[in-house]
């Protein structure tokens, strides 16, 4: 790369500000309550040094892994994040061009602003679906079902989030409603009225433990569960049929003073003990960050506001830029260590 992905980050968050709306990039960088989730998720991963190894033979370490039947080219998941008309005109759209160049998996979120199938057709490699179970369970049903009739090859159940954390800046997403609906819309009943479209639409906060067989079950796909910061709450999820967790605070967006995810991996890697994959996302803003979270016990790391400032900064060429520093960065990191493979982290490599 000609910048640091550090430096290229920071370029794109200045460019994302000058360009879009005070609203727009008060949404995107916004934290919940006083922000110290968000402050603590990229302080956490910086806290930990590294133990390299030394004449352990290698020439070009291998960043790619295998996670549920797919094959990465690095072991870093495009995460699902809302709304990205917010950052680019043509949303999910031009970040699925740019995932697909960069050779990435996008994790394509319930709330998007483009259609699903448009979506889609940027695609070029393995994709997968996030679901938020919105209290009408038929509309989730059915987007469930359209997105595994498109070629979804798992879905990722956010489990962090059964109403909006409060945000004293970019609370709000500055979308409209028709964007609310792009795919909702297609799976309204008929006559519905406007107050219970709202209702309908709105995370369900009831849901429990039963909601991942029955994602399981409508799709006949595995399922991920994301927003998990316990290891007894990751071993529950397992023992419910779920394919894999997923460590995060929600970027710091849902309950604010919530543990670092860099701070309850060990936990949870701990307890799950290899039966499943185990993701991790949260302020990892470089490839040092992900060999961390590797050593740490993550079979896969993934990220969200860096892929949306690239979109806002230079649109899918953004998006590519920033998975290829990611993926420079790590293999920097892991031949500087002595690492080869993804099979070769382990946890005496940090401390």
């Known amino acids: 790369m000609d910048l640091s ?45 590294l133990r390299p190894r030394v004449l352990r033979g290698g020439a070009v370490p291998d960043v790619s892994t295998d996670i549920l039947g797919t094959r990465l080219a690095m072991p870093l998941i495009v995460a699902p994040t809302a709304y990205h008309q917010v ?27 483009m259609v699903l199938e448009e979506i889609v057709a940027e695609l070029h490699g393995a994709w997968w679906y996030q679901v938020y179970v919105v209290r009408d369970h038929r509309l989730i049903e059915g987007l469930v079902r359209r997105a595994a009739g498109l070629g979804a090859s798992a879905l990722m159940l956010t489990v962090d989030t059964p109403y909006i954390g409060f945000k004293r800046h970019g609370h709000y997403a500055p979308v409209s409603f ?37 994602l399981r079950e409508i799709s006949g796909l595995p399922v991920l569960v994301k927003g998990v910061l316990r290891g ?10 779920a394919a894999g967790v997923v460590v995060s605070n929600h970027g710091g967006r849902q309950l604010d003073r919530a543990v670092a995810a860099a701070v309850a991996l060990p936990e949870v890697a701990a307890a799950v003990a290899g039966r499943a994959p185990v993701l991790v996302d949260g302020g990892i803003v470089s490839g040092t960050d992900v060999f ?3 050593a740490l016990g993550a079979t896969a790391t993934m ?10 900064a230079a649109g899918g060429e ?24 993804i099979a070769d982290f382990s946890g005496d490599l940090v401390v």
């Open 87 to 113: 950052a680019h005109a043509e949303g999910e759209v031009e970040t699925a061009r740019g995932v697909s160049a960069a050779g990435g998996l996008l994790v394509v979120t319930t709330r998007a602003t």
């Open 303 to 312: 990220v969200g506001r860096p892929i949306l400032w690239g979109l806002a």
């Open 232 to 241: 007894d709450d990751a071993v529950a999820c397992l023992d419910a049929g």
């Open 5 to 49: 992905l550090s430096d290229l980050l920071v370029e794109y968050e200045l460019a994302a500000r000058s360009t879009l709306t005070q609203a727009a990039f008060d949404y995107i960088a916004a934290g919940a309550g006083e922000e110290l989730s968000l402050e603590e998720s990229r302080a956490a991963w910086r806290r930990h040094r």
């Open 178 to 214: 028709e964007q609310h609906l792009v795919n909702f819309g297609t799976h309204l009943p008929e006559g519905v009225a406007f107050e219970d479209v709202v209702a309908g639409i709105d995370q369900d906060p009831a849901i429990g433990l039963e909601i991942i067989a029955w």
């Open 292 to 294: 961390v979270a590797l």
């Open 318 to 341: 953004g998006v590519r830029r920033v998975l290829d520093g990611y993926r420079e960065e790590l293999g920097h990191a892991m031949g500087l260590a002595g690492v080869w493979s």
